[in-house]
């Protein structure tokens, strides 16, 4: 008997592994990083928005992972996701941090997911092309907590009683990294690429941790991209495990973010047009550029002239920061004071008004190519005509790129 209690007891202390407390940290960091690529891949990618197709090798594993790690079901989970896109920032949206607060959702976002996923209506109208095949129907759909039941077994056996917080850890980790920061934080605070129409920011530096997940305003921004890096800067993991699949002919990409392509200056016409539309937000983002540009050398000028605790000074603070965000994103508390920064500086006050014609050519729906092909062309023309160098340089850019 007393060597039965002495094998239970060192079973319960070191498991049958017998792992070091810095391969115990190790392994958990392993298990949730493979739980954060299998959500980023499977789930959302490939699932959520079909922007790259997998194979069934890959399929089937992170289907049976995340039956373990998370007991999500798939189609709650993309049906929840899709949602989101479709209903951002709105009294629809399942966990926008606008309408529901920060400290909600990411306290509560799993809650809330929990909450969504019971709405029948939102799992038919938004679920369509999940797996619903005999394993997912009788055993992840039908068993789902049997999943996370069973991992607990595994990581109790391998390690003994400290495997059951490793366990616990990993039922944490998606709900707070997935459900709490990239819902939460990432549509309340951090640095946008794009003027996106939400409020998703970009949060870094934790890719290792999310899986290039914290990108998410570039996500939003071209949803349906496998890539969610654009900029030199910007670091996807992600991306790198999906060319890594790639390689081995488990994944297909298929799409990535467009890139705008320049090329000889030439009149604007059509295919100018269609360059515009398709690559709009990456077009705002260097006319942005160019206007926060304006009002930083309006800023220099100020202290120059010694006045940087003016007045004047503020505003033009306020204007680098707010006047490239499309309007209906800017506190009504602030109009006035950037109405006054527009009316000390005609330059900015044309790139602003100019910065509204633009988007003009892709918001109007009710116009005819022909006609936005016409506007387009008048824009440019007004632009080189305007005697702001900057306004010069973007349209005749505009005019050398194409589809």
């Not at 994944?251 to 009149?267: F, H, Q």
């Not at 527009?342 to 006609?371: F, G, H, Y």
Request: proline fraction near 3%; include cysteine; aromatic fraction near 10%.
């Amino acid at each position: 008997m007393n060597d039965f209690l002495n094998a239970l007891l060192n079973w319960l202390s070191d498991g049958l592994v017998g792992f070091s407390a810095w391969q115990l940290v190790i392994y958990t960091l392993i298990v949730t990083h493979i739980t954060i690529a299998s959500v980023t891949i499977f789930l959302h990618r490939s699932q959520a928005h079909r922007a790259l197709d997998l194979g069934p090798i890959p399929s089937h594993f992170f289907r049976f992972w995340l039956w373990m790690t998370t007991g999500m079901v798939t189609r709650e989970w993309v049906a929840i996701h899709r949602k989101h896109h479709a209903k951002c920032e709105t009294e629809e949206d399942p966990h926008s941090p606008q309408t529901r607060g920060l400290k909600k959702v990411m306290a509560e976002g799993a809650e809330l997911y929990r909450a969504e996923a019971k709405n029948a209506e939102t799992i038919a109208k938004y679920s369509h092309g999940t797996p619903n095949d005999w394993v997912e129907r009788n055993v992840y759909l039908k068993h789902s907590a049997k999943g996370i039941l069973l991992m607990l077994i595994i990581n109790v056996t391998l390690f003994g009683a400290i495997g059951a917080t490793i366990w616990a850890i990993q039922m944490a980790w998606i709900p707070f990294w997935a459900a709490g920061v990239v819902n939460g934080i990432g549509h309340y605070w951090g640095y946008r690429n794009f003027e996106a129409p939400d409020a998703s920011t970009n949060l870094v530096p934790w890719t290792l941790i999310i899986g290039g997940e914290e990108l998410h305003n570039n996500h939003h921004t071209y949803p349906t991209s496998a890539k969610f890096s654009v900029k030199p800067y910007e670091f996807d993991i992600g991306w790198v495990y999906i060319r890594g699949l790639e390689m081995l002919g488990w994944a297909k990409v298929r799409k990535t973010a467009p890139r705008l392509s320049l090329g000889e200056i030439k009149p604007a016409d059509a295919r100018t047009l269609e360059a515009l539309i398709a690559n709009r937000y990456e077009v705002m983002a260097s006319y942005a550029r160019d206007l926060k540009a304006a009002c930083s050398a309006e800023l220099e000028k100020i202290k120059a002239e010694g006045g940087r605790h003016t007045e004047r000074f503020a505003q033009f603070k306020l204007a680098a920061r707010w006047l490239h965000r499309d309007e209906e994103r800017i506190p009504a508390g602030l109009q006035g004071e950037l109405a006054n920064a527009r009316a000390a500086s005609p330059v900015i006050d044309k790139l602003v008004t100019m910065r509204e014609e633009l988007r003009q050519l892709w918001t109007r729906t009710n116009v005819s190519a022909e006609q936005l092909v016409v506007d387009l062309q008048g824009w440019c023309r007004r632009a080189e005509e305007s005697g702001i160098a900057e306004l010069r340089a973007f349209s005749m850019r505009l005019r050398s790129a194409h589809a």
